[in-house]
């Protein structure tokens, strides 16, 4: 913050501390004394000028007289004439100095008031005209014989008729602003009284009212204009107050009580989850148990029947297994999905590349019977759940593999780019998953996130539907976004959004 900012903000400070009463006779006091100044500057800008203007016509009229009366000496180049002709200069005290030049620009006879002054002048004619200079006034005129010009003449004179002119202003500005700050204090310290009794009895009243509690005061009015009005719209307000305290001190009973049952009901709700979980584990449990038996006693009979059975009992054979192959995989899938909260890990540094290098390896044969490749480029290390790390990942890549066109290897490229806050800060890392496979309708890049949503039947690509919700999960708790863009046989793209920093634990 600069030393201005810092001087602003302080007097601002400082004026907002001002009683109102003194910020009237100060607001009074500076506009009339703005509104003089900018008269007289406007005034004094003329005057200096005009005087200036003054000053070069007088000097310019005076050398035109003797350069008149010095032509008959230029002609005959008579120095003593031409001296004679500058005589006339002793009686102005504003000239400082002057010479005469010949018609060939040597000077030919000079005056100065101080002897060491004449050493400034100019050895060759000047050109014609007037300028300002350290000097003063320096004005240029032509010596004339028959309306030619035959030589010049230089004059210098001192610039104490502007400063005088100067001294004069500055003397009326001084003695106008004090007269004008005078009258305009005594002005406003009188009428201040009618504009801040009013305001101050408001305030008065408000003090009360704040301080003791009771809506029941009422300012008093002094008049029907704007402040008048502000004083019955303030005790109107007061009325209105006055009503709906009593009706939120009620109010107030009636939400106490309803957070208290809202309390219990949590507190009923918690035990509710916390039974549910223990019973989805209890029952995923028992639920794989008879399946796994069917699973085995299914392809005891499938071993031992061999080719006995008929071709219509074998395919029962066969899709009971398949069903209860595809049960064991929905209920497995189903008990990740719950984990996700259930069994939640704290959040430590992970390095995303490591990370995803290994889950490339664990998908290696995947990879490989597909005849497809994994691109990593480089990822960052975020404060995570290292497991969920590896599932959301691993789910992602292993969709991307899924879900290829046929006899079109499968190419998955993974990226990540920084998205910074507002501040400028790199705080969130967007991962994007990649591939050309399938892709899908633009129409359900959000309902592929559902739980059990399927855009494909279960003849064309395995699956329970539940993948992608595990992963919206995972991403939802470590507080991120996740997204898909596809298109249909051109390929899908999963954008992960993740904060680089969590805190100690989820």
Do not use: W
């Amino acid at each position: 913050m600069t030393q201005d900012t810092l001087a602003r903000r302080s007097f601002g400070a400082r004026f907002a501390d001002v009683p109102f009463r003194r910020k009237l006779i100060l607001l009074t006091m500076s506009v009339a004394g703005i509104s003089v100044l900018l008269a007289i500057t406007a005034f004094a800008v003329y005057d200096i000028l005009a005087a200036r203007s003054n000053l070069i016509a007088s000097v310019a009229l005076l050398g035109d007289v003797v350069a008149s009366s010095s032509s008959a000496a230029v002609v005959f180049d008579d120095r003593t004439a031409a001296g004679e002709a500058l005589r006339i200069l002793t009686e102005q005290k504003n000239i400082r100095a002057a010479r005469v030049y010949s018609g060939t620009g040597a000077p030919l006879a000079e005056y100065f008031s101080d002897d060491d002054y004449g050493r400034a002048l100019p050895q060759s004619a000047p050109p014609e005209g007037y300028g300002f200079t350290d000097n003063g006034l320096e004005v240029t005129r032509p010596v004339l014989h028959n309306n030619q010009r035959i030589g010049s003449l230089l004059l210098i004179s001192n610039l104490q008729l502007l400063n005088d002119r100067l001294t004069e202003i500055a003397v009326m500005l001084v003695l106008s602003l004090g007269f004008i700050g005078l009258t305009a204090y005594l002005l406003s310290s009188r009428l201040q009284r009618h504009v801040a009794a009013p305001i101050l009895d408001l305030a008065r009243t408000a003090r009360a009212v704040t301080d003791g509690g009771d809506y029941s005061l009422r300012a008093p009015k002094h008049g029907r204009d704007e402040v008048g009005e502000l004083s019955d719209r303030f005790n109107e307000m007061l009325r209105v107050v006055a009503s709906r305290d009593e009706a939120l001190r009620r109010e107030i009973e009636i939400r106490v009580q309803a957070e208290e049952e809202l309390r219990h009901a949590a507190v009923r709700l918690e035990r509710s989850n916390r039974e549910l979980q223990d019973f989805a584990s209890v029952a995923s449990h028992d639920l794989q148990e008879p399946l796994r038996k069917v699973l085995a006693f299914g392809d005891r009979l499938k071993r031992g029947l061999g080719g006995q059975l008929d071709e219509r009992s074998a395919d029962h054979l066969e899709r009971m297994l398949k069903a209860a192959a595809r049960m064991q995989i929905l209920i497995n899938d189903l008990l990740t999905y719950s984990r996700v909260t259930t069994k939640a890990q704290p959040y430590t540094q992970v390095d995303l590349s490591a990370l995803v290098r290994e889950v490339i390896s664990d998908l290696e044969i995947r990879i490989e019977q597909a005849d497809g490749t994994v691109s990593l480029g480089s990822l960052p290390t975020i404060s995570a759940d290292p497991m969920q790390m590896r599932q959301l990942f691993q789910n992602l890549i292993g969709n991307a593999l899924k879900y290829h066109r046929p006899n079109v290897p499968p190419i998955v490229t993974i990226t990540a780019e920084c998205v910074p806050s507002k501040n400028g800060v790199c705080d969130t890392a967007r991962i994007t998953i990649a591939d050309n496979g399938i892709g899908f309708e633009e129409q359900y890049s959000e309902q592929i996130f559902v739980i059990f949503q399927r855009l494909h039947g279960r003849g064309e690509y395995e699956g329970t539907g539940i993948g992608l919700a595990v992963c919206k999960k995972i991403v939802d708790r470590h507080g991120g976004r996740i997204s898909a863009t596809g298109v249909p046989d051109q390929g899908a793209h999963f954008i992960v959004e993740l904060p680089l920093a969590q805190g100690i634990a989820g």
